[in-house]
């Protein structure tokens, strides 16, 4: 149940990410609760997660991913046009520039709402 326990990421494919992740969850919580980080090599290995990390290193579509999610899963991608097809949020470098992208659908479509000063620093995708 992701309503109680630890709060749950997830990063699917290779991604330096991953070990940042777990350095974070050593000496930090989400609302009093420990966060758990898990890896998966694919999208038959994905469990129910808060957050899930999609590489841009992984030899496996999008689509296979986001249909294994739970409703209410939080989707972040590194991989060019990915929000255009279905994650909440897509960073990208543009100019040398990390920038993101939010697909506003995706995240009404699992009950999330960005804040307004966050969706301002985004590129928004429908």
Do not use: W
Not at 24 to 42: D, Q, W
Not at 56 to 63: E, M, P, R
């Amino acid at each position: 149940n992701r309503s109680s326990g630890a709060f749950t990421i997830g990063v699917i494919g290779d991604s330096p990410v991953y070990n940042s992740l777990l350095e974070i969850a050593k000496t930090k919580t989400v609302n009093n609760r420990e966060i758990l980080v898990y890896h998966f090599n694919g999208p038959d290995d994905i469990i129910p997660c808060h957050i899930l990390f999609i590489s841009a290193k992984g030899n496996f579509s999008l689509s296979s991913v986001l249909s294994r999610i739970s409703k209410g899963t939080l989707t972040i991608s590194e991989e060019p046009g990915f929000a255009d097809f279905g994650t909440a949020f897509n960073f990208f470098i543009d100019n040398h520039k990390l920038k993101f992208e939010a697909n506003i659908n995706t995240l009404n479509e699992e009950g999330m709402k960005a804040s307004s000063q966050l969706l301002k620093l985004a590129t928004i995708v429908k």
